[in-house]
């Protein structure tokens, strides 16, 4: 039978054949008819081998880079045969060639035996030669578009791999700061440098076959630096690499400082849209990743962990740090680490969604940062959660606070805390954090710890500390809207109180709310009853008395919760929303309360706060009273109220709520 061949050779025009007449189809030798497929042109391409170990002279990687340097072709690669099996180490006495020729590929993985580990060893030969030598710094300095570097082994220089005004390099398969098994710390001082780079692509996502993770670590500065001449766009992307740990992922061997450090390079990407792209960056003696420009965006990592999620190999500072600028910090697991598992600097803001900030891979046990799960310094902003699917984070475990906002905001980017699990886990299950779930230092911060929406109600429980406290008083009585609102959460089984202002236990009330302090020291509703009753229609519903007492003349949304137990500072903590009223004090700062609520509560109680709808300030949760009968009869108190979990596991980014029985 006549097996038709297709052909693709740019420099044969379509349509003619190989040996015959243009365009008659003749068969070829072996009776096979050949046919010429059109094709896109490709440019000629030229290779050189490097095929020993010396320094230079024929054959060495050194002359190879010259040779291919002086290349006239579009495409330049250079490959490897080294007679023998095993590493083959090349230590050079001087600087290698700059690589300056567009399209040019340095492939190691072409080395007879390769599988997944470096064969092609590169280090100096005098290591105190590079130090005494500013020429000699690097293990291959790249100064050109589309350079690939793949398959190396490069330690003992300053700076292992660095690419300068090197847009759309390539860089896989490399061991940068290890011996070549991966295992054991042979530093440079840079593992990787991006300078004035666009475009590059370090690491990828593991394919069969592919070799594409890099491992950065070992070296005495950071695994990776991305930095740019006048701070301006890179866009680099950096996803599936081990940074900080072993080949395995399961062992820590550390780079001196930050696993990556962002600087003067915007629109970078750490990671990708699904955990294939997961970069594990855990061990680092510094932060696992710290930026300080515009447009970083840190997704589905493993930061703090080994590369199953479930152990925790601490970077010693935080797992990520923006320092500067702007980031979105969404999707990755920030675990384990040896300070804030997120930390926003001065002047920074930070999107966080969607993370375990605490916890495992799974969500479900507690794997805590020795810090606060998040921390927010003064005058810096961050929305922590959100409203949509998916950007609830599960913050729990932690040795400090679950969140804290430590300042002052900065004025165009208050922080929100919203839709989150902290205290528990993402089964709703307790984990707590050490100290406060929600700490706010500055009652200035401008801070909303849940909007009034159900998307935006945190579920605040299991804490140590208190559920929210806010610790310190408006700078300005007169400045508006600058305080902290708490609305509409979910917050009880809290060790101390389930808002506190003051950090100081429960604020008695004052006459027309004169004192000053943490959130105005805002004066609580009193409750006085709690009844049956029928709403319209005949449904159960509870009525609720009371009163409250401010200041004169101003506007208060009262909100209302159900709880099965009291705290025991007779105070309420808050487990359930049952509704809300606007209202308005007269000019003695009174207004009686009498609300209507939905539902059957006997036996339950009910607790309530109020927030100046102009300065924004909540008060601390109200006596609570119990839900009985107007005559006082016995009622049997209802069962205490528990969160159900819907979903048995809870993977990032799959909407979690909690109802109540």
Request: hydrophobic fraction near 35%.
């Amino acid at each position: 039978m006549e097996r038709p061949i297709t052909v693709k050779k740019p420099w044969i025009q379509t349509g003619q054949s190989l040996g015959g007449t243009p365009g008659a189809g003749r068969a070829a030798e072996g009776g096979a008819s050949c046919v010429v497929e059109p094709m896109e042109p490709r440019a000629l391409m030229s290779a050189a081998t490097v095929t020993n170990t010396s320094d230079a002279g024929p054959g060495s990687l050194r002359q190879a880079l010259l040779d291919a340097n002086a290349s006239t072709d579009a495409r330049v690669d250079v490959r490897f045969n080294i007679p023998g099996a095993g590493v083959h180490t090349i230590r050079v006495t001087s600087a290698l060639p700059t690589l300056t020729h567009a399209n040019f590929t340095v492939d190691a993985s072409t080395q007879p035996g390769y599988v997944d580990h470096p064969l092609i060893e590169l280090a100096p030969d005098d290591p105190a030669a590079v130090a005494d030598d500013d020429s000699f710094f690097s293990g291959l300095y790249v100064n050109a578009a589309d350079a690939s570097v793949i398959g190396l082994n490069v330690h003992g220089f300053d700076i292992g791999l660095y690419f300068d005004h090197a847009d759309g390099a390539r860089v896989f398969g490399n061991f940068i700061g290890t011996d070549p098994t991966g295992t054991m710390p042979m530093p440079n001082g840079t593992g990787v440098r991006l300078s004035t780079t666009r475009h590059a692509l370090v690491g990828d996502i593991p394919a069969p076959g592919v070799v594409t993770r890099n491992v950065f670590s070992g070296n005495s500065g950071f695994g990776i630096s991305i930095g740019h001449d006048d701070n301006g766009p890179g866009e680099n992307v950096i996803r599936g690499n081990f940074i900080g740990t072993d080949a395995s992922g399961a062992v820590a061997v550390p780079n001196g400082d930050d696993g990556i450090n962002i600087f003067y390079s915007t629109g970078n990407v750490v990671g990708g849209d699904t955990r294939a792209a997961a970069n594990i960056i855990s061990g680092n003696k510094g932060n696992g990743v710290k930026t300080g420009v515009a447009g970083t965006v840190i997704r589905n990592n493993l930061i703090g962990t080994d590369v199953g999620g479930a152990k925790a190999l601490a970077n010693s500072g935080r797992g990520v740090a923006v320092d500067d600028g702007d980031a979105t910090v969404d999707d990755n697991v920030i675990s384990g680490n040896g300070d804030d598992g997120v930390y926003v600097e001065l002047h920074a803001y930070a999107r966080i969604r969607g993370n375990f900030i605490g916890t495992d891979i799974t969500g479900l046990k507690g794997l805590g940062n020795r810090g606060s799960g998040v921390s927010a310094s003064s005058f810096s902003g961050s929305d922590i959660g959100g409203t949509a699917p998916g950007d609830r984070n599960v913050i729990a475990a932690n040795r400090d606070s679950g969140v804290e906002i430590a300042g002052p905001s900065y004025h165009n980017f208050p922080p929100s805390v919203l839709g989150n699990y902290i205290g528990v886990n993402a089964a709703g299950r307790p984990l707590g954090n050490s100290l406060d779930g929600v700490a706010v230092w500055s009652s200035r911060s401008n801070t909303t710890v849940g909007d009034g929406t159900a998307a935006g109600a945190n579920v605040i429980a299991h804490n140590k500390g208190n559920g929210v406290a806010v610790y310190d008083g408006l700078f300005d009585p007169d400045e508006v809207r600058f305080a902290t609102r708490i609305l509409r959460n979910s917050i009880y089984a809290n060790h101390k109180l389930g808002i506190d202002l003051g950090g100081d236990g429960v604020t008695a009330n004052d006459a027309l709310d004169r004192d000053a302090g943490a959130n105005d020291l805002t004066n609580a509703p009193v409750l006085r009853t709690a009844e049956p009753t029928t709403a319209s229609g005949g449904a159960a519903a509870t009525r609720v008395r009371g009163k409250l007492q401010a200041r004169a003349n101003k506007t208060y949304l009262v909100q209302f919760f159900t709880t099965g137990t009291a705290d025991p500072s007779g105070r309420g903590e808050g487990g359930a929303f049952l509704g809300e009223r606007t209202v308005t004090t007269n000019a003695n700062g009174y207004v009686a309360l009498s609300v209507r609520l939905p539902g059957a509560l006997a036996g339950k109680f009910v607790t309530a706060t109020a927030t100046h709808t102009t300065r924004g300030a909540t008060s601390e949760f109200s006596t609570a009273v119990r839900v009985v009968p107007a005559s006082g009869a016995a009622v049997a108190p209802a069962a205490a109220p528990k969160f159900r979990t819907l979903f048995a596991t809870a993977p990032i980014n799959r909407e979690r709520e909690g109802v109540l029985d």
